[in-house]
């Protein structure tokens, strides 16, 4: 969810998003839980958690799927953080979204049996209100876009701070909850 918005499809109209999107409909959609945020004050932070379920039970669709995100996921993030300030008559300033590198738990090699864990950085330099964010002119947004991908389903959470604010142990946690929920209820 961008800006408060729950949407029956994540990310925006532009040609890298279709190609997600055909791939993500090709598996049947069957439900999504999308709406809850949860917010910090002090710092203006926000997460956002959504789960989205498939019926498609061909595991090669949801190869296909993670393949199309991993190829365009920078071009579909930066395109939809575009128009969702356009849907909102603002002109987006300079918007990067970077795949983070490194382990999520250092030290440990990867579990055959977890889901694959996808995270982009987004850093937004526009305005959050007109005339300035809420901490003043010049202030930087991030947005930590994290996926959690599993056999019918896939969980995405974003967290949404300012600039400067190290969330990397925060993230760690919250894929460590998501991979101890989804295998509890995989079993």
């Given at each position: 969810?961008?800006?408060?918005?729950?949407?029956?499809?994540?990310?925006?109209?532009?040609?890298?998003?279709?190609?997600?999107?055909?791939?993500?409909?090709a598996?049947?959609?069957t439900?999504?839980?999308?709406?809850?945020?949860?917010?910090?004050?002090?710092?203006?932070?926000?997460?956002?958690?959504?789960?989205?379920?498939?019926?498609?039970?061909?595991?090669s669709?949801?190869?296909?799927?993670?393949?199309?995100?991993?190829?365009?996921?920078?071009?579909v993030?930066?395109?939809?953080?575009?128009?969702?300030?356009?849907?909102?008559?603002?002109?987006?300033?300079?918007?990067?979204?970077?795949?983070?590198?490194?382990?999520?738990?250092?030290?440990?090699a990867?579990?055959?049996?977890?889901?694959?864990?996808?995270w982009?950085?987004?850093?937004?330099?526009?305005?959050?209100?007109p005339?300035?964010?809420?901490g003043?002119?010049?202030?930087?947004t991030?947005?930590?876009?994290?996926?959690?991908?599993?056999?019918?389903?896939?969980?995405?959470?974003?967290?949404?701070?300012?600039?400067?604010?190290?969330?990397?142990?925060?993230?760690?946690?919250?894929?460590g909850?998501?991979?101890?929920?989804?295998?509890?209820?995989?079993?």
């Open positions: 969810m961008l800006n408060n918005v729950a949407a029956s499809q994540p990310f925006g109209d532009d040609p890298a998003s279709a190609e997600v999107e055909t791939c993500r409909v598996r049947q959609v439900a999504v839980i999308d709406g809850q945020a949860f917010r910090h004050r002090d710092s203006g932070g926000l997460c956002v958690v959504r789960a989205e379920y498939y019926a498609d039970p061909d595991p669709a949801a190869v296909r799927h993670r393949e199309a995100w991993m190829d365009r996921a920078e071009e993030l930066d395109a939809t953080w575009r128009q969702r300030w356009r849907e909102r008559d603002r002109q987006p300033a300079w918007i990067e979204a970077r795949w983070v590198s490194g382990s999520f738990v250092e030290g440990d990867p579990d055959l049996d977890w889901p694959d864990v996808d982009l950085r987004v850093e937004d330099h526009t305005p959050v209100a005339g300035g964010a809420v003043g002119p010049g202030v930087v991030v947005y930590q876009h994290v996926t959690v991908w599993a056999a019918h389903c896939q969980v995405t959470v974003v967290i949404r701070h300012p600039l400067g604010l190290d969330l990397d142990p925060t993230v760690r946690a919250a894929v909850s998501i991979r101890g929920r989804l295998a509890r209820y995989s079993g």
